[in-house]
């Protein structure tokens, strides 16, 4: 996750807000097509089993890229937090649903 947001974090530099936006969606899309296996053992992972400071520090940095995206045009906390895991939903859903055939 680490090595995900240090690489998209420049890429989205100089995006307008709609572009990033998609720009993140489809790489992300496409990092967890290319490692399947790891993208799908790690989303089987309960909430409740994600202890390691670590891995909850790199999941604060990704949903707060998404969250500083939003906000460019969502102005309630309420509708930004459920636009974020609407876009999340559909992206995870894209996911499992070419990954698995």
Do not use: H
Not at 13 to 20: N, S
Not at 32 to 40: E, I, R
């Amino acid at each position: 996750m680490r090595k995900m947001r240090a690489t998209l974090t420049p890429l989205l530099v100089g995006k307008t807000c709609k572009e990033a936006v998609l720009y993140l969606s489809r790489t992300s899309r496409q990092l967890a097509l290319n490692n399947f296996l790891l993208f799908y053992f790690v989303i089987s992972i309960p909430t409740s089993e994600r202890k390691s400071e670590e891995i909850r520090a790199e999941i604060d940095g990704l949903n707060q890229i998404w969250f500083s995206l939003l906000r460019t045009f969502i102005d309630d906390s309420d509708q930004l937090i459920v636009v974020s895991q609407t876009i999340r939903a559909q992206i995870i859903g894209e996911i499992m649903s070419e990954g698995t055939g």
